[in-house]
């Protein structure tokens, strides 16, 4: 809960309790585990992608592009809700074929 209190000059002070407080830490250590699983992610889809350039297998199983295409949108997915955490919405929109389309670096 926040309190605010007017001063006589038009100025709104803003006291916040230590709810607030706690719930932005939360949303801290949220957007961490957010950007630790895009990160993972990112190394799934690299890996994936020389496995199925290579027709190589990755896990004992030789990838086909629905594989690449569900691991880019669980990318999408987790960068969706990482914006949503951060911004309040989804300011940048993401597509499989510019992910896949991405050089690993």
């Known amino acids: 809960m926040s ?43 690299r890996a994936a992608k020389i496995a199925y350039l290579n027709r190589t297998e990755l896990n004992g199983k030789i990838l ?7 691991i880019a949108k669980e990318i999408i997915g987790a960068n969706y809700q990482l914006q949503k955490e951060l911004y309040g919405k989804v300011k940048l929109r993401l597509s499989v074929a510019k992910l896949l389309r991405a050089s690993s670096r």
């Open 3 to 45: 309190c605010n209190e007017v001063t006589p000059d038009k100025r709104v002070n803003v006291n916040n309790d230590k709810s607030e407080v706690g719930s932005q830490g939360e949303s801290k250590t949220n957007v961490d585990e957010l950007r630790t699983r895009i990160e993972q992610l990112q190394s799934k889809l």
């Open 64 to 70: 086909e592009y629905e594989d690449l295409a569900g």
